[in-house]
């Protein structure tokens, strides 16, 4: 946990990729990530589920122990809420994510039962509990919805927001994250707030890294990005190969060969 806790520099932002499963795992560690994430809503698509705590428990579990296996990197886990509105419930939980092999999760405040944010003295305790039983075995990133899930007006969202940061960070926290935010003011408003390493969304709106490196981020996520192109390119891929009858999409230049992707997880001479 200590090597991964170390790559949330504020001088150099961790670029935190999510990955869905074993293959996109060893994809990305190929590049050159320092590590990786799982992306909840993408696993749980992978496996046939809607995010939201809706893929059962036990097949995330094993969904990470693969990624795990097959990695040489840290992985950082998505939990969401953590499957769980007790605290006993939910340190069982985080034991069996971290018995995988994660070294992080990311814990939300949003309550996934309910669909409000756990108030905020509830969330808090969640992440006390948690950093009392694992300490530093294990990397937590406390995520807060309140922009995500656009609560309250935004003149006050930024306040709540640093509010809870704030509060995770004295309980703990090894990291907080803030989805939902891309402007450089509210960006540097809550880098402000804490100390802690913020963790930030990417999107298409978010400043550069040299950007985000001057307003004081320790990390970027990319979320479900990566999935959502990959869904998307498989999508246009099927409906032109309908309307055109046509094979010409095999032949796109950024296609792996057979043995460059069999060659990310071993040797073999067959190929289909």
């Known amino acids: ?149 656009e609560i309250g007006g935004a003149e006050e969202r930024l306040d709540a927001a640093a509010e809870r940061i704030t509060a995770f960070a004295d309980a703990g926290a090894d990291g907080v994250f803030v989805p939902g935010v891309s402007d450089g003011p509210t960006i540097a408003a809550l880098t402000a707030s804490s100390e802690t390493p913020l963790n930030i969304l990417a999107g298409a709106d978010t400043p550069s890294v040299d950007a985000l490196r001057g307003l004081g981020v320790a990390r970027v996520s990319l979320g479900i990005a990566l999935a959502r192109i990959m869904l998307g390119e498989t999508r246009a891929i099927g409906q032109t190969l309908l309307r055109t009858g046509e094979f010409s999409f095999a032949a796109n230049p950024r296609a792996m060969s057979f043995s460059e992707a069999n060659g990310l997880f071993g040797n073999s001479s067959q190929s289909v």
């Open 1 to 149: 946990m200590q090597d991964f806790k170390k790559l949330h520099d504020k001088t150099n932002p961790l670029l935190l990729p999510n990955v869905w499963d074993a293959a996109s795992a060893r994809v990305i560690e190929s590049c050159g990530f320092k590590a990786i994430a799982t992306s909840s809503a993408a696993l749980a698509w992978s496996l046939g589920h809607p995010d939201g705590e809706q893929l059962p428990f036990d097949e995330l579990i094993a969904a990470v122990a693969r990624i795990v296996r097959i990695v040489e990197i840290p992985v950082s886990a998505d939990i969401e809420s953590g499957y769980a509105t007790t605290t006993d419930a939910l340190l069982e939980n985080v034991d069996k994510i971290k018995k995988a092999g994660a070294v992080a999760i990311n814990l939300e405040d949003y309550d996934q039962k309910t669909g409000f944010l756990f108030p905020l003295e509830m969330a808090r305790e969640r992440v006390a509990k948690v950093k009392e039983r694992f300490g530093d075995s294990l990397f937590v990133n406390a995520r807060t919805d309140m922009y995500l899930q």
